[in-house]
């Protein structure tokens, strides 16, 4: 999801460069016949892009924090742990660098208009609602858990494998794959939980599933 969010959030971020450099800079493109400076409906389609940037920001920021409230229900779930040091650090790490990289455009958009046009506005925001997500999941909130119907893993992106429909478990050294009817699989990292808990991991999947339509299989 997160991936996802942000490989669209990097499509919109390369033309709307182009039109901050465009603009700022005040460049002739012949085939326009205008120049940057004079580019009508400026503010509009400035607008246009903070909307854009705001929809995925929000539908990101609403599914992370609703994973993240469910997942600290811990009495809904057989089996529910804090995901391991190592997925710790690698959060903390791949969430400073986002929101360094989304107020950096911000600042580029800025630097090269001279104006904080909404893009810059939101990006700002989400970058500081990046910081305080953080914050908050890492009070013990960033976890993994399992209920009768699905495994939940909450932290930087929210990843729900249910058990309805599926066929196979795989534990493999890097990943946990969800293998469901026609095809399609989920997956999420094996660090996410620690070495110690991964034979109650194990175990709790087992206890929750019908045996006879799901294979546990085990590759760590």
């Not at 909307?51 to 409230?69: A, C, D, N, P």
């Not at 950096?104 to 609602?129: D, M, N, R, W």
């Not at 939940?152 to 794959?177: C, K, W």
């Amino acid at each position: 999801m997160n991936s996802f969010t942000n490989s669209l959030l990097i499509f919109f971020t390369i033309p709307l460069l182009f039109l901050a450099i465009y603009i700022g800079l005040d460049v002739q493109i012949n085939f326009l016949h205008i120049s940057g400076s004079s580019l009508p409906y400026q503010e509009q389609i400035f607008i246009g892009f903070a909307i854009i940037y705001f929809i995925l920001l929000v539908w990101r920021s609403v599914r992370r924090w609703m994973g993240m409230f469910i997942v600290n229900k811990a009495d809904r779930f057989k089996w529910n742990k804090v995901v391991s040091r190592v997925r710790l650090k690698r959060i903390i790490l791949y969430t400073f660098l986002e929101a360094a990289i989304m107020s950096s455009i911000g600042i580029a958009i800025h630097k090269l208009t001279g104006v904080y046009h909404p893009p810059a506005i939101v990006l700002f925001a989400f970058s500081i609602e990046n910081i305080i997500f953080l914050i908050v999941g890492s009070r013990d909130r960033f976890r993994v858990g399992i209920s009768s119907k699905a495994v939940i893993v909450a932290d930087r992106e929210v990843t729900i494998g249910y058990f309805s429909g599926l066929r196979e478990i795989t534990l493999g050294t890097e990943s946990i794959y969800f293998d469901y009817i026609k095809n399609l699989q989920l997956s999420f990292p094996t660090d996410c939980i620690d070495d110690e808990h991964i034979d109650s991991f194990r175990s709790s999947v087992k206890s929750v599933i019908d045996p006879d339509r799901v294979f546990v299989r085990n590759k760590y």
